[in-house]
T-cell receptor, first 112, second 117 residues
Framework: KNEVEQSPQNLTAQEGEFITINCSYS?????LHWLQQHPGGGIVSLFMLSSGKKKHGRLIATINIQEKHSSLHITASHPRDSAVYIC??????????????FGTGTLLAVQP | GAGVSQSPSNKVTEKGKDVELRCDPISGHTALYWYRQSLGQGLEFLIY????????KSGLPSDRFSAERTGGSVSTLTIQRTQQEDSAVYLCASSQSRRQGFYNEQFFGPGTRLTVL
């Protein structure tokens, strides 16, 4: 079982829809990251959070530490939101490192 | 300011050859990470540097892989005797600090796409 699981793996939505991507993890963490990767493009950090909720524009990220679960929400989705969204955890690896362990990503396609 | 840069952007090599991949982190970032993204697979951690030291090399897949960092800045990932399974996008990231509990957003470079024929 992977330490970081994302769902769904693929998601197709119509422009304007509210989108939710889920991430569950099985290790103790110090922070959770949501990343975005456009086709052929680089990786951009969207959020880094260790508790509660964060909002940037139409994007909202929440985390429940007790349940080891995080969600990324996109409100009023737009075709330009089409990308791979990756959940990654920064674990408590004994203090020597804060490497990221990644989920397999969610491929989102928003159709006009 | 400038982001993380990597070179080359693309590298095609023959099986058995050695390759060097370069990463220039954001100025002042003490932490540097190498990751790999293979076709059909997710991202995986390779090695982490804090300054010039590498306290975590646990992700290096074999002894053909090595990395160094000099002057607390530029890092080079070297793959010796490349194999076809080494084909992947190699990504570098940097962050301000490794201290847990402190802001540790990782900034990613554009990656080097390595193809081993």
């Amino acid at each position: 079982k992977n330490e970081v699981e994302q769902s769904p793996q693929n998601l197709t939505a119509q422009e304007g829809e509210f989108i939710t991507i889920n991430c569950s993890y099985s290790v103790g963490i110090s922070a959770l990251h949501w990343l975005q990767q456009h086709p052929g493009g680089g990786i951009v950090s969207l959020f880094m959070l260790s508790s509660g909720k964060k909002k940037h524009g139409r994007l909202i990220a929440t985390i429940n530490i007790q349940e080891k679960h995080s969600s990324l929400h996109i409100t009023a989705s737009h075709p330009r939101d089409s990308a791979v969204y990756i959940c990654a955890v920064e674990g408590v690896w004994g203090g020597a490192t804060n490497k990221l362990i990644f989920g397999t990503g969610t491929l989102l396609a928003v159709q006009p | 300011g400038a982001g993380v840069s990597q070179s080359p952007s693309n590298k095609v090599t023959e099986k058995g050859k050695d390759v060097e991949l370069r990463c220039d982190p954001i100025s002042g970032h003490t932490a540097l990470y190498w990751y790999r993204q293979s076709l059909g697979q997710g991202l995986e951690f390779l090695i982490y540097f804090q300054g010039n030291s590498a306290p975590d090399k646990s992700g290096l897949p074999s002894d053909r892989f090595s990395a160094e960092r000099t002057g607390g800045s530029v890092s080079t990932l070297t793959i010796q005797r490349t194999q076809q399974e080494d084909s992947a996008v190699y990504l570098c990231a940097s962050s301000q600090s490794r201290r847990q509990g402190f802001y540790n957003e990782q900034f990613f470079g554009p990656g080097t796409r390595l193809t081993v024929l």
